[in-house]
């Protein structure tokens, strides 16, 4: 009864897990100092014995090994899986002995179970950081069996290793980094979502059966990950997300292991930036404990109601200018562009610098201006902003307004095409004769070329048409 409640669509919850004793929404809430569960926890970090950090030898493995050291760990046991010939390993090997703490790079797999296990009887840990992970981003419909395992091997089965190889040790602290994708989504991260889920999941199991375990479902880490290309910064601080310094991280990381709870999601997030895009697809109960999120919520009615009434009340033959700009002006703010004139309304998404999360990213922001429901492959269904533009004209006024259908196919045959392109095709030629030049032009026949190279195909399409007679 409980399912069919939930599937009926009236409780108004998107996201439900269902038990025995009822069904439970998702809700992020503010965390208060001091509260704790499972074990009482120690006054301070304890470092001592041999801490285990997989994915040791990246970026932000290695970060969690200077953390550790400066905290006074007595030995660190780095794994990755190329080891020691991981670049920059050794000089990081040195680097942290230079600290005091003895280290040990190993070569190590850790979604194999067989070789962590040896690992392991070769070398007991008193605490497991573990920092592995991967990123293989895209849209749902482009996951495949292989893009799963890809993901969730180095960190969801890893961690399942990792507790069970480790039960039966006196750890001091089982910690798992997860991401703010798992507690709240992230756009074309299906599968790095699902991933760190599991962790938080796997750090609330633990602690209920009374075994150490810390999950943070961390945001962007500054020079670190997605976050360390500049252009994703960009668009980060465009949705809200800042960066974390990572002292800021392990301030927090500390606090939270010495309070002793099991997870925790740490962002630095301005919500009346990121709410906004985050519920323009539909709302979500998810961010109603967040004051903030609640405010800048939509409240006048269906999302993009006002953008079509202005649309409705412009001429017909404003109407697909209109549409237009607001497609440059969303591609603008998607690639951190200071102004839509940057945007070449004819240049292919894919050479503007668009991949499979900017794209989820632009259908969010098109359905909330417009308040249609736009599907994931929005982008490469409509390869330019054009292209995209004539579409959603057509949604918004049930037709293509001045815009014929036949015009509307051919522009975008030719949207994504350079104009060497189209000579080289022959399409010049298809197109002059469309256009009747021979009969009409009164331009001397060797002036023709240099008078077409200066036309883009928008013109040349027009030319075409209008001389056609379509």
Not at 85 to 95: I, K, V
Not at 123 to 151: F, W
Not at 256 to 267: F, K
Not at 353 to 372: I, P
């Amino acid at each position: 009864s409980w399912l069919v409640r939930v599937l009926s669509g009236t409780t108004g919850e998107d996201q439900v897990a269902v038990r025995e004793d009822g069904a439970f929404g998702r809700r992020l809430v503010r965390a208060g100092r001091g509260t704790r569960s499972g074990p009482t926890p120690t006054a301070s970090l304890d470092v001592s014995g041999t801490t285990l950090i997989t994915g040791g030898t990246g970026a932000l493995g290695a970060h969690v090994a200077r953390w550790l050291a400066g905290r006074g760990a007595e030995r660190l046991l780095l794994t990755g899986r190329r080891g020691p010939d991981a670049p920059g390993a050794r000089e990081l090997a040195a680097e942290l002995e230079q600290s005091g703490a003895k280290v040990t790079v190993v070569a190590c797999d850790a979604g194999d179970r067989e070789a962590l296990a040896r690992l392991l009887a070769e070398h007991p840990v008193r605490a497991v950081y573990h920092a592995a992970g991967v990123l293989d981003d895209g849209v749902v419909e482009s996951l495949t069996e292989e893009r799963l395992a890809r993901v969730l091997r180095p960190k969801a089965d890893a961690a399942d290793h990792l507790d069970e190889l480790t039960r039966d040790f006196d750890l001091s602290a089982f910690v798992l980094f997860s991401s703010f994708a798992g507690a709240v989504g992230g756009a074309g991260q299906g599968n790095y979502a699902a991933a760190n889920a599991h962790l938080d999941a796997l750090a609330e199991r633990r602690r209920a059966q009374g075994l150490p375990a810390t999950s943070i479902a961390w945001g962007p880490w500054a020079a670190v990950g997605m976050a360390a290309d500049p252009a994703v910064e960009a668009r980060m601080r465009l949705a809200g997300m800042s960066p974390l310094r990572p002292d800021t991280a392990f301030s927090v990381l500390e606090r939270l292991l010495v309070d002793g709870r099991p997870t925790a999601t740490v962002i630095d997030i301005d919500w009346e930036r990121f709410a906004p895009g985050f519920t323009s697809a539909r709302p979500s109960p998810l961010l109603d404990a967040i004051p903030e999120a609640v405010r800048t919520a939509p409240q006048d009615g269906p999302a993009g109601s006002g953008f079509a009434e202005r649309l409705a009340a412009l001429p017909a033959a404003e109407r697909a200018e209109a549409v237009l700009d607001l497609v440059r002006t969303h591609v603008a703010g998607v690639l951190g562009h200071g102004t839509a004139g940057r945007i070449d309304a004819e240049q292919a998404f894919k050479d503007l610098g668009f991949d499979s999360l900017t794209a989820v990213e632009l259908r969010n922001r098109l359905g909330a201006a417009t308040g249609l429901a736009l599907p994931a492959t929005l982008v490469f269904d409509h390869p330019a902003p054009s292209a995209l533009a004539d579409h959603l004209l057509g949604e918004l006024t049930g037709g293509p307004g001045d815009t014929d259908p036949e015009e509307a196919r051919i522009r975008q045959a030719l949207a994504t095409l350079p104009f060497s392109r189209i000579r080289e095709a022959g399409l010049v030629d298809v197109l002059l004769r469309l256009a009747g030049l021979e009969e009409t032009s009164s331009a001397p026949a060797e002036d023709a070329p240099a008078a077409i190279d200066e036309m883009d195909a928008d013109a040349l399409i027009q030319l075409a048409l209008g001389n056609n007679g379509s």
